[in-house]
């Protein structure tokens, strides 16, 4: 079999790691749809919710300097592994409080932590072996598959979480998380990757590991173009954790009287959004100039998609604009990421990768940290009946629970349009493709 397995071209291997990788994310998304709602039970406040969130990404930040540069000197096969083992291990830790009575909120903070500490060895491995196993010209259909997979579990996980939590308990839910993980696990056992010869572009001994921890962010400075793209798609995760990933969930909640089963739908809706946007990238790979998936469809999606979630009043009109917003993200996230592999060194992504990582996703935390007081303590009592912004606000969103979240959307409307369009007004951003050169490697021989 291993040597079957070794005879497979690149694309072949990454198939095979990108399906195993697609069935673990299929039981963790169903695990923390399951505890989210859990999590509102206890509560019945977006607040809770919105540090799920902010935990899940504060040491996934602190980590990953440190992740990167360790990627970039370790068998990336083995930190793939360790990490989707390590995150493993929380779901068995939850599995096991829940069983005997004594989880808590806090407890789903501290697994969300140290999970997110985990993914931050394990994402930029995955996206860095990419550039060692497939040519250029496969990137942008490859990132279409890979957001095929977060959005086939985003369609799978809600419809499934419901099911299993009312005929089986939220400890089956997890079990079948950790069979999923073991399946992610098994086809990196068989599947050897390219090793990347180091110190390429530097000419220069192995430098210390605290040294090398400046690289990543040293190599974005050095490029303005690159540096002024990962400044926007900071502003642009902000704006969408605001919203989309932090208050959605309890807007939805709050507008329907707690109804689960709109929220498994709206859910859905997202999830096939990004199904079908994932396949459209694909198969079509993207336009010609990246940027334009960047800055000109993410205007768009924010304009369009963010505006109907806001004045929307049903679950309906919510999975139609959230299905429409969210066709166009695989098309976003493979125009960024296609230029990054063909911009960065492959022996220099995992710290630069974790180094772009680390300040993008930095937003993700500060919008959920705010995003929950924004909404419980100020937007939603100004927008309850008589209250402050509901005389201007409420024959446009309607007023009562879930209408302050509604507001939020439509701040964000406005704000993710003008943060994506403004990647137009930089010469440096604007003609990244053209005056930053490509490295020069187009796929690395394929390891026996």
Same mark, same amino acid.
Request: net charge positive; proline share 5%; aromatic share 10%.
């Given at each position: 079999?291993?040597?079957?397995?070794?005879?497979?071209?690149?694309?072949?291997? #990454?198939?095979?790691? /990108?399906?195993?990788?697609?069935?673990?994310?299929?039981?963790?998304?169903?695990?923390?749809?399951?505890?989210?709602? /859990?999590?509102?039970?206890?509560?019945?406040?977006?607040?809770?919710?919105?540090?799920?969130?902010?935990?899940?990404?504060?040491?996934?930040?602190?980590?990953?300097?440190?992740?990167?540069?360790?990627?970039?000197?370790?068998?990336?096969?083995?930190?793939?592994?360790?990490?989707?083992?390590?995150?493993?291990?929380?779901?068995? #830790?939850?599995?096991?409080?829940?069983?005997?009575? +004594?989880?808590?909120? /806090? @407890?789903?903070?501290?697994?969300?932590?140290?999970? &997110?500490?985990?993914?931050?060895?394990?994402?930029?491995?995955?996206?860095?072996?990419?550039?060692?196993?497939?040519?250029?010209?496969?990137?942008?259909?490859?990132? &279409?598959?890979?957001?095929?997979?977060?959005?086939?579990?985003?369609?799978?996980?809600?419809?499934?979480?419901?099911?299993?939590?009312?005929? #089986?308990?939220?400890?089956?839910?997890?079990?079948?998380?950790?069979?999923?993980?073991?399946?992610?696990?098994? %086809?990196?056992?068989?599947?050897?990757?390219?090793?990347?010869?180091?110190?390429?572009?530097?000419?220069?001994?192995?430098?210390?590991?605290?040294?090398?921890?400046?690289? +990543?962010?040293?190599?974005?400075?050095?490029?303005?173009?690159?540096?002024?793209?990962?400044?926007?798609?900071?502003?642009?995760?902000?704006?969408?954790?605001?919203?989309?990933?932090?208050?959605?969930? %309890?807007?939805?909640?709050?507008?329907?009287?707690?109804?689960?089963? $709109?929220?498994?739908?709206?859910?859905?809706?997202?999830?096939?959004?990004?199904?079908?946007?994932?396949?459209?990238?694909?198969?079509?790979? &993207?336009?010609?100039?990246?940027? @334009?998936?960047?800055?000109?469809?993410?205007?768009?999606?924010?304009?369009?998609?963010?505006?109907?979630?806001?004045? +929307?009043?049903?679950?309906?009109?919510?999975?139609?604009?959230?299905?429409?917003?969210?066709?166009?993200? %695989?098309?976003?996230?493979?125009?960024?990421?296609?230029? /990054?592999?063909?911009?960065?060194? %492959?022996?220099?992504?995992?710290?630069?990768?974790?180094?772009?990582? $680390?300040?993008?996703?930095?937003?993700?935390?500060?919008?959920?940290?705010?995003?929950?007081?924004?909404?419980?303590?100020?937007?939603?009592?100004?927008?309850?009946?008589?209250?402050?912004?509901?005389?201007?606000?409420?024959?446009?969103?309607?007023?009562?629970?879930?209408?302050?979240?509604?507001?939020?959307?439509?701040?964000?409307?406005?704000?993710?349009?003008?943060?994506?369009?403004? +990647?137009?007004?930089?010469?440096?951003?604007?003609?990244?493709?053209?005056?930053?050169?490509? @490295?020069?490697?187009?796929?690395?021989?394929?390891?026996?």
């Amino acid at each position: 079999m291993t040597k079957r397995i070794a005879q497979l071209t690149g694309m072949q291997k #990454f198939t095979l790691i /990108w399906f195993g990788q697609m069935l673990s994310q299929f039981g963790t998304a169903t695990t923390r749809f399951s505890l989210m709602i /859990w999590a509102y039970q206890q509560t019945g406040q977006a607040t809770p919710l919105a540090l799920l969130g902010f935990f899940s990404y504060i040491l996934f930040i602190l980590v990953s300097p440190v992740a990167g540069v360790l990627v970039d000197r370790l068998d990336r096969r083995l930190v793939m592994i360790l990490g989707d083992f390590g995150a493993a291990l929380m779901t068995l #830790f939850l599995l096991i409080l829940y069983m005997g009575g +004594g989880l808590q909120i /806090w @407890h789903l903070y501290v697994a969300e932590a140290l999970t &997110g500490a985990f993914e931050a060895f394990q994402m930029p491995a995955y996206s860095a072996s990419i550039s060692t196993l497939v040519p250029k010209k496969q990137y942008a259909r490859v990132s &279409g598959m890979r957001s095929f997979a977060e959005a086939a579990a985003q369609v799978i996980a809600p419809a499934l979480a419901a099911r299993l939590l009312s005929a #089986f308990g939220l400890n089956v839910v997890m079990m079948i998380d950790l069979i999923s993980f073991s399946l992610a696990v098994l %086809p990196l056992l068989f599947i050897s990757l390219p090793r990347v010869a180091q110190n390429v572009t530097e000419n220069a001994p192995r430098k210390h590991i605290l040294s090398d921890l400046a690289t +990543g962010f040293r190599y974005i400075k050095e490029r303005q173009g690159l540096l002024g793209m990962m400044l926007i798609y900071f502003g642009i995760n902000l704006t969408a954790s605001l919203t989309y990933f932090a208050i959605l969930a %309890p807007m939805v909640l709050a507008r329907t009287g707690g109804d689960e089963i $709109a929220l498994g739908n709206v859910q859905a809706a997202l999830g096939v959004g990004g199904i079908i946007g994932g396949v459209l990238m694909s198969v079509w790979g &993207g336009p010609k100039r990246r940027v @334009h998936g960047i800055y000109l469809i993410g205007a768009f999606s924010f304009l369009a998609g963010d505006f109907l979630m806001a004045v +929307g009043r049903t679950p309906e009109v919510w999975m139609f604009a959230i299905l429409f917003a969210t066709i166009f993200v %695989p098309i976003i996230v493979g125009s960024k990421q296609t230029i /990054w592999q063909s911009k960065v060194p %492959p022996e220099l992504q995992g710290r630069v990768f974790a180094a772009r990582g $680390a300040v993008e996703m930095l937003a993700m935390p500060i919008g959920y940290l705010a995003a929950g007081p924004l909404a419980d303590k100020l937007l939603e009592p100004a927008m309850q009946s008589g209250g402050a912004l509901a005389g201007i606000f409420g024959g446009l969103l309607g007023t009562g629970p879930g209408a302050g979240m509604a507001f939020m959307f439509l701040c964000t409307s406005i704000a993710g349009t003008v943060i994506c369009l403004s +990647g137009y007004l930089f010469p440096k951003v604007r003609n990244i493709e053209k005056d930053l050169p490509d @490295h020069t490697l187009d796929g690395l021989p394929t390891a026996t």
